[in-house]
């Protein structure tokens, strides 16, 4: 079997990383070979939102760089498509595996939908098989470019692997047939628990003066929060981003924040003058002192923002992926968002969803930070999801449904 596997910003990384981990080990062992080729869309391209993902995953080389850069939904969309089409059908693979709910997943599935090989008499196939990995979220915003991503990737996808059961209920709502949805776990987290030991030996608690020791080697931690918010919706509107940012200096008047920026954050945080209002940090600056305060940081690496993550007494987040990854680590999330298409991190695990009003921000942190939370782990989120979708790919035939 030959697989292509599409990765393109910065969350797809960690889900592709656990399911090359799987390939590799099932073709160092198994006699039916899953061959698979890395294809980086090039959604995201900075050292920091792509690169140290690939060097700290241990993840190969892309085999192709679609370069596409940023854009409009639109620009970005469509030039993914035109440059994915050919190394389709070049190399005609038997299925196309996409993660997540970025402009890279939608695009690459709608190519791979749309193709037909020429010569299906001699392979058997009219287009190969779409495998879209963490289908089913629903946040029901349709708002929210994600959500116009997952519902049409998972109605082209022939095989839909699943996170959690909520996910299961939506996709059968949708009318998608129960032969096609395996609930399998979750890959970030896969990637999180084998990378987890590795993270504890960051340095970056030291870089940035959270955590001191002296002459004996005796550490001391400083508490702190962590900030991330990227989501269109929340900075790009100026009275939006104010508000949050208002709420983030009370809640960082007692304890410090720090805020690894996202490009499109730090752009707008320009762009709106709020500088002035938080403390800008370059990783050569050290906090000698640590005051309170809203810290701005450039986007860290996989292993540092792990480690950063996992010592925070509480994290104030918009992203998808990180109230699952707090979930697990057993850390309090407060979302800001009004929903989320990740109901279990609620159910089971340490989010609070409180929207962008700054005195709901304020109050449910106020609470969480009262609050003794521990560990959870949603059914199948074991670190073995990689190892599933592998057991269920290897079985996986023919290309039309
Ligand atoms: C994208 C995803 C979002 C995901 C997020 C994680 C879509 C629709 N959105 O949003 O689901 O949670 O990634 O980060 O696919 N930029 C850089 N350097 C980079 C990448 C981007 O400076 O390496 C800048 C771009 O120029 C642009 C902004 O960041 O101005 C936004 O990038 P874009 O890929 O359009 O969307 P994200 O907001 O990152």
Not at 6 to 25: C, E, Y
Not at 80 to 100: H, N, Q, T, W
Not at 131 to 144: F, K, P, T
Not at 220 to 226: E, R, S
Request: proline share 5%.
């Amino acid at each position: 079997m030959k697989l292509l596997l599409v990765a393109g910003a910065r969350p797809n990384f960690m889900k592709i990383a656990s399911i090359v981990t799987a390939l590799d080990a099932h073709n160092r062992s198994a006699r039916d070979r899953i061959d698979y080729l890395l294809i980086h869309t090039g959604q995201h391209y900075d050292e920091k939102m792509s690169q140290t993902f690939f060097r700290e995953l241990e993840l190969p080389r892309p085999e192709v760089d679609l370069e596409v850069g940023s854009g409009s939904h639109a620009v970005q969309t469509a030039e993914i498509m035109k440059r994915f089409e050919p190394v389709l059908m070049k190399e005609r693979p038997d299925a196309v595996l996409v993660v997540g709910d970025v402009n890279s997943t939608i695009a690459c599935a709608l190519v791979a939908s749309k193709i037909v090989y020429t010569d299906q008499e001699r392979t058997g196939r009219a287009r190969p098989l779409i495998v879209h990995v963490e289908a089913g979220l629903r946040s029901r915003d349709w708002s929210m470019p994600e959500e116009i991503n997952r519902v049409v990737t998972d109605s082209l996808a022939d095989i839909l692997f699943v996170t959690e059961q909520d996910a299961v209920r939506n996709l059968r709502q949708e009318g998608i047939p129960r032969q096609r949805i395996h609930l399998i776990g979750n890959t970030m987290v896969d990637t999180l628990l084998h990378h987890r030991a590795r993270a504890e030996r960051s340095s970056i608690l030291l870089r940035l003066g959270l955590e001191t020791s002296d002459a004996r080697g005796t550490t001391a931690k400083m508490p702190y929060g962590v900030v991330t918010l990227h989501r269109p919706s929340n900075v790009d509107d100026s009275t939006v981003f104010r508000g949050i940012l208002a709420a983030l200096l009370t809640i960082g008047g007692k304890l410090p924040l720090i805020f690894p920026t996202h490009p499109r954050t730090f752009s707008r945080i320009r762009e709106f003058g709020l500088a002035s209002q938080c403390r800008m940090l370059g990783m050569e600056d050290h906090i000698t002192d640590v005051k309170a305060g809203v810290y701005c940081i450039e986007p860290l690496g996989y292993l540092d923002f792990l480690r950063l993550m996992s010592n925070a007494r509480i994290v104030l987040t918009d992203s998808g992926g990180i109230q699952e990854e707090t979930t697990v680590l057993g850390v309090p999330c407060v979302t800001l968002r009004n929903n989320t298409e990740r109901p279990v991190t609620v159910t089971q695990g340490t989010n609070v969803v409180v929207g962008t009003s700054p005195r709901k921000i304020v109050q449910a942190a106020t609470k969480k930070l009262r609050e003794s939370v521990r560990p959870r782990k949603p059914k199948f989120w074991d670190g073995k999801a990689g190892e599933r979708i592998v057991a269920i790919l290897r079985n996986a035939r023919s290309g039309r449904r």
